[in-house]
């Protein structure tokens, strides 16, 4: 059976936020749209490695959710036997993104298969930023901020814990712009 590629798309894009919700969802809101990253993986030796990546954010599920797509390297430079970004690797993964009225916070599932890294989060405003926490596979706690918010850049850290949150390990930064 094939899916007409254009039907699938407009049944999953919104041209908006939910009326009904508009305010809670801006916190990701002003996400959407396309951004250029610059990536800088910290490894446990101290070492740092750079590459360039992109970010799209939209509307879909009727405007109830915001789904992003991440990707290192850009698309324009996915080739096969291209070098893949140390710690980091070949991201091409998804972010769907749900207020949860309930909790009045935001569950996250992020979904890489390109790496085959699955995660699942509660994110919600901790002051001028944006914190995401949860568990992964491993058992280590994982935390993603968004911080440096503005209308045109963003940065975002993504962090470990093997101890419960007591302390962080910086992984990975993105330095978004938008385009």
Not at 68 to 85: F, H, N
Not at 134 to 149: D, L, Q, V
């Amino acid at each position: 059976m094939t899916v007409d590629a254009r039907t699938f798309v407009n049944a999953l894009h919104a041209d908006g936020p939910d009326a009904e919700r508009a305010g809670k969802l801006g916190l990701y809101g002003q996400f959407v749209g396309d951004w250029e990253t610059d990536i800088i993986t910290h490894a446990p030796d101290g070492a740092r490695h750079r590459g360039q990546g992109e970010i799209h954010f939209g509307w879909v599920l009727q405007g109830r959710a915001i789904q992003d797509v991440w990707m290192i390297p850009r698309l324009d430079d996915r080739r096969p036997g291209a070098p893949i970004m140390p710690i980091a690797g070949n991201w091409y993964g998804t972010t769907l993104r749900v207020y949860d009225p309930q909790l009045d916070a935001w569950r996250i599932f992020w979904v890489d298969p390109a790496t085959n890294f699955f995660c699942q989060q509660i994110g919600k405003a901790v002051g001028p930023d944006i914190v995401q926490e949860g568990t992964m596979e491993s058992g280590a706690r994982s935390r993603w901020r968004f911080t440096k918010i503005t209308p045109r850049s963003f940065h975002w850290l993504g962090e470990a814990s093997t101890d419960n949150g007591a302390s962080w390990t910086l992984l990975v930064e993105v330095l978004a712009r938008r385009v």
